[in-house]
């Protein structure tokens, strides 16, 4: 029963996912924290810093982690889990190349008519929020602490989040060098 309702629940999020990965990753939170319970939020957000560590693209693996997870918290062996991790990796993909492949040549005949325009300039500020809510997501006391419990850790990580801002946008200092000094200044303070 759980591989089928990962197929639906990973199916719908690759269904209505706009934006990519990221934007992906509020309703793959929603979905497996929050309705199903499959993970918790300590869970969820290490997928979400493995997901980004690993190649590929970060909605696809966090899919095939969260499949993994939930089976094996479901208290299913290793092999059950793997499958889990096909299932849900299958179902999230499988929307886009069904659509793909169905609307390809439609999209290349009336790409450029005022209609598909409007939709697509439509769907960029859903993009924008989908993004803004996954960079809320991870900002929660896993990832930052907060200033009552953990005052150091709470700051440094502000500290480091503003710095590779700062240093991404401003200095143009390439995002996988700047994501390797945050890591190793925030193994050297937090350690």
């Excluded at 029963?1 to 990221?22: A, E, N, V």
């Excluded at 609307?103 to 859903?126: D, E, Q, W």
């Excluded at 005052?151 to 710095?163: E, K, T, Y």
Aim: net charge neutral; proline share 4%.
């Amino acid at each position: 029963m759980i591989y089928l309702d990962l197929f639906i629940t990973f199916f719908k999020i690759g269904l209505f996912g706009f934006g990519g990965g990221y934007g992906m990753l509020s309703l793959i939170q929603n979905e497996t924290v929050e309705r199903t319970h499959w993970l918790t939020t300590a869970e969820f957000t290490d997928i979400v810093a493995i997901s980004q560590m690993t190649p590929g693209p970060i909605g696809i693996n966090t899919a095939t982690y969260c499949g993994y997870s939930a089976v094996e918290n479901a208290g299913y062996g290793h092999l059950m889990a793997v499958l889990g991790s096909a299932t849900a990796t299958t179902a999230l993909v499988l929307p886009s190349l069904i659509l793909m492949i169905l609307i390809s040549r439609l999209f290349m005949k009336y790409m450029n008519t005022r209609a598909v325009r409007a939709v697509f300039a439509g769907l960029r500020p859903a993009v924008v929020g989908l993004l803004a809510a996954a960079t809320l997501l991870l900002c929660n006391a896993e990832n930052f602490s907060i200033p009552a419990e953990n005052p150091w850790q709470f700051w440094i990580s502000v500290a480091l989040f503003a710095a590779t801002v700062f240093g991404t946008a401003y200095l143009k200092i390439n995002p996988i060098r700047m994501i390797c000094y945050a890591a190793f200044a925030g193994l050297l303070l937090l350690s």
